[in-house]
């Protein structure tokens, strides 16, 4: 028999059992959209991972100190002194207090204060809606003053003009001086400035007991000096806690790379899981075309008696088999594919060649699948004997 007569019965014996066939299908059907789905959000995650860092500037460093005690605080007035060297532009030391009590007339909300100065908001390529930010004369009178992010005030204030109130954060009150610009997401790791409150870092050292500095964020002239900013840090804070542990310097560079390896990694294994779907659905169709097999019995002893060779039969249910399982894997990928353009984060013109690369792969493999485990039923089928066809079901 020529091929597509092959292909044009294992068609009609795909429409006259469609309950079946679906439900045979649907194993190859998750694996390949899964894989898709994986796939796009993958690379949509990671890019938007490199667009959020980005958009931080590529001459960031960021310290954070784990050590605790005397011996691994920073002092203020010490890290700002190091602005003097040609290879830091700009230093921000920033010190948290997540979760606080924000009250402003009878709204309360948890949000999280960030004790920083005039440097941050820069750094962190923020903008001002409204007011002003934190000043140096702020850290130097220790101002209880407050710029709220986006968010905070749009929960507190809605579209009034916040500028001049007064809100009580853990029980210490600060005078509004500012709104932020709403930044957006914030994949990169950093602080949301949308979702937090910015005041004075010797204000609130002082207001909330917290303590020594944690974080600090420095910036190089160039990308090019990057590297000597980086070593002169490291040198410094060696020296300072007479050790070389019990704190981290990092770049953006590394910072991101970090964060995309760990979401490729975590792709990946998904990934495979998603492939061992693949599989699963490739002993589904096995199954099923084992029972196919023994209930056309009768079907395959007549064929034989009239003529038919082994050949014939089992290119018949090899066919048969390799056709359910490369409709699942059309089917996959549309799904995939729909799913896909849903996830906010991707970018049809950067990653459709990848999708449809990786479309075109998963549904090979579905073919395949269908192929390797189908085998064995058409094996078992071209066996036969036209005795069989004597056979009562």
Known sequence: MKLLELISMALRTVVNNPMRTLLTMLGVIIGVSSVVTLVAIGQGTSAAIEKQYESLGTNLIVVNVMGTGRATQLDYNDLMQLEQLPEIQTIAPTIVKGSSNIKYDRTQEKYTVVGTNENYLPLMKGEVASGRFISPADLEFRNQVAVLGSNVAKKYF?????????????????????????????????????????????????????????????????????????????????????????????????????????????????????????????????????????????????????????????????????????????????????????????NPKQETQLSFQVGLYSFLFSVGVGMIFGLYPANKASKLRPIDALRTD
């Open 158 to 346: 809605g579209t009034l003009d916040p500028l001049g109130e007064d809100v009580n954060i853990d029980g210490v009150v600060f005078t509004i001086a500012g709104v932020l610009k709403e930044k957006g997401s914030n994949i990169g790791g950093n602080i949301s400035l949308d979702d937090s409150v910015f005041v004075p870092l010797v204000t609130a050292q002082r207001a909330f007991k917290l303590g020594s500095i944690r974080t600090t964020y420095l910036e190089a002239p160039t990308k090019e000096q990057l590297p000597t900013a980086q070593a002169t840090i490291t040198q410094y804070l060696t020296y300072k806690f007479k050790s070389d542990s019990g704190f981290q310097v990092s770049n953006q560079d590394e910072l991101m790379k970090a964060r995309v390896a760990a979401s490729s990694s975590l792709n990946n294994q998904l990934i495979s899981v998603a492939c061992i779907s693949l599989l699963v659905g490739g002993i589904g169709i096995m199954n099923i075309m084992l029972v196919t097999v023994s209930e056309r019995t009768r079907e395959i002893g007549i064929r034989k008696s009239i003529g038919a060779k082994r050949r014939n039969i089992l290119m018949q249910f090899l066919i048969e088999a390799t056709v359910i399982s490369g409709l699942g894997g059309i089917i996959g990928l549309l799904l995939g594919s729909g799913l896909a353009l849903a996830w906010p984060h991707f």
